[in-house]
């Protein structure tokens, strides 16, 4: 049993009592971190498998990304869009270069992101394909993850979600994940978008056939559709290529990023696009006090260049591999299946995945269950072949305390 130190149990209690239970976290109370390790109130360390989500794959505290912000914060740190700052326009250069686009729209959280891609594609839809006002449709996919906002919890099918939260914002069609038959048979005059994750991660680490956002891709085309990813977790490196849709050799008319855009310290976030579908957003349509500001264009432009110099995508692509490998050669009839890529895996079981996320705290890893009985494995993309190793042999371990005595 993993046993809580006085410490970190008064913590809990403090934020029990004074916080909203919005979230039900792992009783890891994290003091410090550093690369793929969390060190916990009492001094225990644990190999981080959550990564907040992908926000850290540069590892966590990152030296250059921590001097770029430090440099910064002692310069300027907010202007506000009212006027501009020296630090934006070689953000939005770097971004665009790197992403392949021609403009992008900085905000900060990943959902904001969504937001943005939301509005500019009923944008589009009526200014450019002649849909009549307000009939605007998305098409989006089951057990779906765009956030929690109102409009994001609209295009859900997560009954959780939504629950007592409604009226919610109408336009969406959600249709089932990986069936490219059901999105053309969904796909009508009013439709101005497809909102697509290359790979679902708080779906279940959902993989889609082989081809499948190809053909999204080629639907689009065909009936005058944007295609918008939202990568935001499955970006900058997390699969093992720079952006997921590279894996399938597409480009999407909109580009969702977030999470390791901050580098773990500062919420970035971002909308690409080309220029002319960019250009329909106008001043005063969309905005964001802290959409740009300085300290948060030096921290993502030091996360940009550490995933890009170090050549992090490379790096999850072969630490994926092996990891996945040694997953699928487990001999547990707890393991239904193991699937992912690069470092977002995920292990479904045949038990609740709370019980093995519990047997691998109590050995020094921190990972967390979601769709009920899915482990999510994804650590910083900085981990080492040693640091594997690590992990591998708590996980069988805690694997093997929960099978069934003989």
């Known amino acids: 049993m993993y046993l809580l130190s006085e410490n970190a149990r008064e913590l809990i209690a403090q934020e029990e009592r004074f916080g909203a239970r919005n979230y039900a976290p792992l009783d890891l109370v994290v003091e410090r971190a550093h690369g793929v390790w969390l060190w916990d109130v009492s001094g225990k360390r644990y190999l981080?498998?959550?990564?907040?989500?992908?926000?850290?794959?540069?590892?966590?505290?990152?030296?250059?990304?921590?001097?770029?912000?430090?440099?910064?914060?002692?310069?300027?740190?907010?202007?506000?869009?009212?006027?501009?700052?020296d630090r934006l326009p070689a953000f939005l250069a770097e971004l665009t270069r790197v992403a392949g686009y021609e403009k992008a729209l900085p905000t900060n959280t990943g959902v904001e992101a969504v937001e943005t891609a939301i509005k500019l594609a009923r944008r589009w839809g009526y200014v450019t394909k002649g849909i009549p006002a307000d009939r605007a449709e998305i098409i989006v996919f089951s057990n779906n993850f765009h956030g929690r906002t109102l409009a994001a919890i609209s295009a859900s099918s997560t009954a959780q979600y939504r629950a007592h939260f409604g009226p919610f914002v109408p336009g969406f069609r959600v249709v089932p994940f990986g069936d490219a038959a059901a999105v053309e048979n969904a796909i009508t005059p009013h439709t101005c978008?497809?909102?697509?994750?290359?790979?679902?991660?708080?779906?279940?680490?959902?993989?889609?056939?082989?081809?499948?956002?190809?053909?999204?891709?080629?639907?689009c085309r065909e009936h005058d559709v944007l295609l918008v990813a939202d990568e935001i977790q499955t970006g900058l490196g997390r699969t093992g290529d720079l952006f997921a849709c590279d894996?399938?050799?597409?480009?999407?008319?909109?580009?969702?990023?977030?999470?390791?855009?901050?580098?773990?310290?500062?919420?970035?976030?971002?909308?690409?696009?080309?220029?002319?579908?960019?250009?329909?957003l106008q001043p005063g349509d969309h905005g964001s006090t802290f959409g740009g500001n300085p300290l948060a264009?030096?921290?993502?432009?030091?996360a940009l260049d550490v995933v890009i110099s170090e050549d992090l995508p490379a790096r999850a692509r072969t630490a994926g591999a092996a990891i996945l490998r040694q997953l699928r050669a487990a001999p547990s009839p707890l393991i239904r299946e193991v699937r992912g890529r690069g470092l977002l895996i995920g292990i479904e079981l045949t038990v609740p995945a709370t019980q093995l996320s519990a047997a691998l705290l109590e050995r020094g890893v921190a990972a967390k269950d979601t769709q009920e009985r899915v482990l999510r494995l994804?650590?910083?993309?900085?981990?080492?072949?040693?640091?594997?190793?690590?992990?591998?042999?708590?996980?069988?371990?805690?694997?093997?305390?929960?099978?069934?005595?003989?």
């Not at 264009?297 to 030091?302: F, I, R, S």
């Not at 994804?378 to 005595?405: M, N, V």
């Open 378 to 406: 994804a650590p910083p993309l900085t981990i080492d072949d040693a640091e594997i190793a690590y992990l591998l042999e708590r996980f069988h371990g805690a694997l093997a305390s929960l099978a069934p005595q003989p």
């Open 297 to 302: 264009c030096a921290v993502a432009l030091a």
């Open 247 to 280: 894996y399938d050799g597409i480009k999407p008319d909109v580009l969702l990023l977030g999470k390791a855009l901050g580098g773990g310290y500062y919420p970035v976030s971002a909308t690409l696009a080309a220029g002319p579908l960019m250009d329909l």
């Open 48 to 85: 981080d498998c959550v990564s907040a989500y992908s926000a850290v794959n540069q590892g966590h505290c990152h030296p250059r990304i921590q001097a770029a912000l430090v440099d910064q914060a002692a310069k300027v740190t907010l202007t506000s869009r009212a006027m501009r700052n």
């Open 193 to 219: 978008a497809v909102l697509v994750e290359p790979i679902q991660g708080e779906g279940g680490v959902n993989v889609p056939p082989d081809g499948y956002l190809r053909r999204l891709w080629a639907l």
